[in-house]
């Protein structure tokens, strides 16, 4: 195994653009809505944004410190947005 020469701390979002993160997930949202018609992607969109957020409250100090990776995160966001009655529509 090589071992790593350095690190990268972006502590202020100067270095990594994530400014398009927003956009993927929205898209993503669309996407699902447009393949399974009990989808309502406002709502799911507004179930992902909600979900990261009791997520993030959960998670960030195990994040900070590297016991938590993004993908763990991402995945738990996506299985607690997408549970049956998150992404809902009633008209439907």
């Known amino acids: 195994m090589t071992q ?33 018609a009990s989808i309502e992607w406002k709502a799911l969109l507004q179930a992902n944004t909600e979900s990261f957020a009791e997520i993030w409250a959960e998670v960030e100090p195990d994040w900070t410190i590297g016991k938590t990776d993004a993908k763990t995160v991402s995945r738990e966001t996506w299985r607690r947005a997408l549970l049956p009655s998150s992404a809902r529509s009633p008209s439907r």
Do not use: M, P
């Open 4 to 36: 790593g020469r350095a690190v990268l701390f972006d502590l202020d979002s100067t270095l990594l653009d994530n400014s398009g993160t927003g956009d993927v997930i929205r898209d993503t949202c669309v996407e699902l809505a447009e393949c399974f």
